[in-house]
């Protein structure tokens, strides 16, 4: 048998001992069941992206006493959790004769009335410390305690230190509706979705009507829609909405200039200015090919620079000032990134860049905001615009009738040279970026350039980062959708200048980063979905479990040996689809348009004919659930080209056959469309996030009539009844 764990001689070793001591896993078993121990190179160079020095046996030992004796002097943990409705032990270091005392202020400021009791502690064996005989006592924090961001102040024997307390609930709470039944909506890419006033791409304005229009004439209560993150200020415009240069903020690319209350303000000459903006990008709107956002963003952007420049009312700007102010620290580092970027040009790894020579505190940075207030101010406004429209796409979608509106999607990480590494670098691993270990699909790992928070920083802060993260979204959505949940329980820290397979995983606080899940949704009244496709550890689904977390089920991947399990074995607690926006569309993936794009792109590792003989047989096994299940008729299922739309259907009345709380229909599928939004793997080879929505000939499908198309009304009428 194989050996799957650390040896007790490897187990003793100074630098594995450190490496644990901060959370790094020492080995991992990879997604074939493969045992691995990292290199010993490998976990130096993540402990220094973490800033712990092991790059000798002196560092090493005195790293580790560093940490040890830091955690050891220290009267409470930085940040601790607190479960509403349970009395929860917090352990304090005291001396053996010591009595600690404690007292918590709420989030509102207000003091907690109730008593903090002392008590033993977990039976932590004493020892020596400075001359000092030191125990683990307890505080008792009652179960009483409401939810919400407090502070925990801790005295004892003349020393005080204070605490993060946040108190959140045991699980995020299913929706009524979602108790006894499900909830369904459509999955959308909202770029690609344009109407006859949108300027070459999708915006808030669009997402607006289609909120409305699909409960209108769908009866859907949710959209799941691509991550509308922040993105850069001028042209080119990465077009993955999975790099966002801030995950805080808001994608002002999205506005519609049109839809700005002081845009009623302007004078004939400045309407004529944007009507003539407008016309140089209205035709991009019927092209069925490509997104083009550096053309719409050079005109839209010259537009709202007019709309800026006309002024507000004082209700107005009072509005704005008070946006700003709230928005704080955050939103000044994006507008003063963006003041940069526009001013000095694109950020870039040259040691001779603003971005590498400059940071937020430097002089050269001050003196360009003084030089150009209007500028940074346009940015801020920008954002201000920005959110006051995707807030109104929420506010109309709950008006309507929707219970969720929108589902936003989390992306993973942040760009590495955007506004939130360049404005808070402390909060981020230096030397280390997040990917993927070695896979069936990856065999050399992956790399996704993203610069990972730094574990320790957020303990220290109180989690700060991610608390404000989670605010925002749930701010201006029903529900949150996270990409790759996984890693709030651990990420594949891959070392500046090594191969994406010489990495190792790093384990982040799962508890209270879901605990902040729990307490932001139930103040938002929201759901929680997590993106927790392929191997998925045990203790990980029982936590995603535990804390009333859904999953994702997607019915091309609920199959074991080549055989689709029946969606009734699903389990409840998920989003069901029939596919992801990494697969080709239901009609593109039957026609088997996945085989021929790694064709095209020269990805595939072996003869075309194998990966197609694979894929028909993929194709034959989900047929034959679908028969078996009696979704589909059995003569139906002999010619799949003939009868590709019933074939469609079939897999959206084997969702409604699930016990999922939560079904999406993809777009796509409704109106025919056979082209990916995303090939993984590639880059430029491939027009990834650049496709627009048309239908199974080739025209382009527009949110006037979208959801009035005949084939639309075909999946809604499954999915509703």
């Known amino acids: 048998m194989t050996e799957r764990t650390e040896s007790a001689e490897r187990l003793e070793r100074p630098l594995i001992q450190l490496a644990k001591l901060v959370g790094i896993g020492t080995s991992y078993v990879g997604m074939s069941n493969d045992y691995h121990e990292i290199d010993d190179d490998v976990l130096v160079a993540v402990l220094a992206a973490l800033g712990v020095d092991a790059s000798s046996d002196e560092a090493i030992a005195q790293s580790s006493k560093r940490i040890r004796d830091a955690r050891r002097t220290r009267l409470v943990a930085p ?30 400021g207000t003091r907690y009335p109730g008593r903090i009791a002392y008590g033993p502690g977990d039976g932590s064996k004493a020892y020596v410390l400075n001359d000092k005989f030191i125990t683990t006592a307890a505080l008792i924090i009652p179960a009483d305690l409401p939810a919400g961001y407090h502070t925990l102040h801790v005295s004892v024997a003349g020393r005080k230190q204070d605490a993060t307390l946040i108190s959140a609930p045991a699980r995020v709470e299913l929706l009524d509706q979602m108790k006894y039944g499900h909830l369904w909506g459509w999955m959308a890419q909202l770029y690609s979705i344009r109407s006859a006033n949108s300027w070459g791409v999708g915006d808030f304005e669009d997402l607006s009507n289609l909120l409305v229009d699909s409960k209108k004439h769908t009866g859907s209560d949710f959209m799941l829609i691509n991550p509308v993150h922040a993105a850069e200020p001028v042209s080119p415009l990465t077009p993955s909405p999975y790099l966002p240069i801030s995950r805080g903020l808001v994608n002002f690319t999205y506005i519609r200039p049109e839809a700005i209350e002081e845009y009623r303000l302007l004078g004939k000459e400045s309407l004529d200015q944007i009507n003539q903006l407008h016309a140089t990008v209205e035709p991009l709107n019927g092209d069925s090919q490509l997104i083009d956002r550096d053309a719409m963003w050079r005109a839209k952007m010259h537009a709202l620079w007019i709309i800026f420049k006309v002024g507000r009312s004082p209700v107005r700007q009072q509005e704005f000032d008070d946006f700003v102010h709230e928005g704080g620290d955050a939103l000044e580092g994006y507008a003063t990134w963006c003041l940069c970027y526009d001013k000095w040009g694109a950020p870039s790894r040259e040691s001779t860049n603003w971005e590498q020579r400059l940071d937020k505190n430097s002089a050269e940075v001050a003196a360009l905001r003084q030089q150009f207030p209007d500028t940074l101010n ?112 651990r990420l594949w820290w891959v070392p500046a200048d090594k191969k994406p397979i010489d990495g190792a995983y790093v384990y982040y606080n799962s508890d209270i980063m879901l605990g902040i899940l729990a307490l932001e949704a139930s103040r938002a009244d929201g759901v929680v979905v997590g993106e927790d496709l392929g191997v998925v550890p045990d203790y990980v689904a029982d936590s995603l479990k535990k804390h009333g977390l859904l999953g994702c089920a997607v019915e091309w991947f609920e199959q074991f040996d080549g055989t689709f399990r029946a969606p009734a074995d699903w389990r409840p607690y998920a989003l069901a689809s029939v596919n992801t926006h990494d697969l080709p569309p239901a009609a593109g993936y039957l026609e088997f348009e996945h085989v021929n794009i790694r064709e095209r792109l020269g990805l595939l590792t072996g003869p075309k004919e194998d990966f197609e003989r694979s894929a028909k047989a993929e194709q034959d096994a989900m047929l034959r659930m679908l028969v078996e299940q009696g979704y589909l008729q059995d003569a139906l299922a002999e010619d799949v080209k003939t009868n590709e739309a019933a074939v469609i259907e079939a897999q959206y009345r084997a969702l409604k056959g699930s016990p999922c709380k939560l079904l999406a229909a993809s777009i796509t599928d409704a109106v025919g469309e056979k082209r990916a939004q995303n090939q993984p793997g590639t880059n430029n080879e491939y027009p990834n996030w650049r496709i627009p929505l048309a239908d199974g000939d080739g025209n382009v499908v527009p949110v006037e009539g979208l959801f009035a198309r005949e084939s639309v009304q075909r999946i809604a009428n499954i999915m509703r009844d």
């Open 79 to 108: 940040t601790l959790l607190h479960t509403v409705g349970e009395e929860t032990r917090i352990p304090v270091n005291v001396g053996v004769f010591d009595i600690p005392s404690a007292k918590i202020t709420l989030e509102d």
């Open 378 to 489: 346009f940015y801020r406004w920008l954002e201000w615009i920005a959110s006051q429209q995707l807030d109104r796409a929420q506010k109309r979608a709950r008006e309507n009738g929707m219970r969720i509106g929108i589902m936003a999607d989390m992306a993973v990480g942040v760009h590495p040279l955007g506004s939130e590494v360049w404005w808070n670098p402390e909060s981020f691993a230096k030397g280390a970026t997040v990917g993927a270990p070695p896979d069936m699909f990856n065999q050399q790992g992956q790399d996704w350039s993203q610069p990972p928070l730094n574990p320790i920083v957020l303990e220290n802060t109180g989690f700060a980062a991610y608390r404000n993260l989670v605010h925002n979204m749930f701010s201006h959505a029903g529900a949150v959708r996270i990409d790759h949940i996984l890693g709030l329980f």
